[in-house]
Antibody, heavy 118, light 114 residues
Framework: QLQLQESGPGLVKPSETLSLTCTVS??????????WAWIRQPPGKGLEWIGS???????FYNPSLKSRVTISLDTSKKQFSLKLTSVTAADTAVFFC??????????WGQGTLVTVSS | QSALTQPPSASGSPGQSVTISCTGT???????????VSWYQQHPGKAPKLMIY???KRPSGVPDRFSGSKSANTASLTVSGLQAEDEADYYC????????????FGGGTRLTVL
């Protein structure tokens, strides 16, 4: 059974870089049928797709976040990562990682709350 | 890009049917070849759960009370035979195309079982 687990700091200072990692277990991260995605949800608000990466390293990003986002893949560790630069309070959210197929997230991590505050 | 448009709330009594709409544009929901519309259910404090994918397909384990459809630029989720546990937030999503492929979510609909 595929499982995804987000990890990273729960508190980031304004203007700094938010960094999160998603660890995949129960399946291969190199299957070319799937993409690995990040999605966030500000407290009390809706879901926002951040971006995704294929097993070959091809990336797709939300146009509104593209200038600040980098998603990378480490197949040896079965992990993929998110970096979001120049964060503000508006970036405070629960961040989810997921496995995508045809733009659909079939499997989700439990989510991790990241608060941007000094 | 703008989020897909969903009504903020919907409601129904146990046993009734409720339909939630999701309106997009020709660049996403109604895009050429794009049948990649999905629906997710989210209970408070939980991760979203996939209920419908590729417009009208149900993942294993999702009751057949949940069904999806699409007409032009509007997708719909219908929940038949409402049950108390169906009370949750529901989000639609769609592949959005063009030169910058990405995924769009709707703003979400809070479904209340009266």
């Amino acid at each position: 059974q595929l499982q995804l687990q987000e990890s990273g700091p729960g508190l980031v200072k304004p203007s700094e870089t938010l960094s999160l990692t998603c660890t995949v277990s129960g399946d291969s991260i190199t299957n070319s049928n799937y993409y690995w995605a990040w999605i966030r949800q500000p407290p009390g608000k809706g879901l926002e797709w951040i971006g995704s990466i294929s097993s070959s390293g091809r990336t797709f990003y939300n146009p509104s976040l593209k200038s600040r986002v980098t998603i990378s893949l480490d197949t040896s560790k079965k992990q993929f990562s998110l970096k979001l630069t120049s964060v503000t309070a508006a970036d405070t959210a629960v961040f989810f990682c997921s496995r995508e197929e045809h733009s659909t997230s079939h499997y989700w991590g439990q989510g991790t709350l990241v608060t941007v505050s000094s | 890009q703008s989020a897909l448009t969903q009504p903020p709330s919907a409601s129904g009594s146990p046993g009734q049917s409720v339909t939630i709409s999701c309106t997009g544009t020709s660049s996403d929901v109604h895009g050429y070849g794009y049948n990649y519309v999905s629906w997710y259910q989210q209970h408070p404090g939980k991760a979203p759960k996939l209920m419908i994918y590729e417009v009208n397909k149900r993942p294993s384990g999702v009751p057949d009370r949940f069904s999806g459809s699409k007409s032009a630029n509007t997708a719909s989720l219908t929940v038949s035979g409402l049950q108390a546990e169906d009370e949750a937030d529901y989000y639609c999503s769609s592949h959005a195309g063009g030169n910058d492929p990405h995924v769009l979510f709707g703003g979400g609909t809070r479904l209340t079982v009266l």
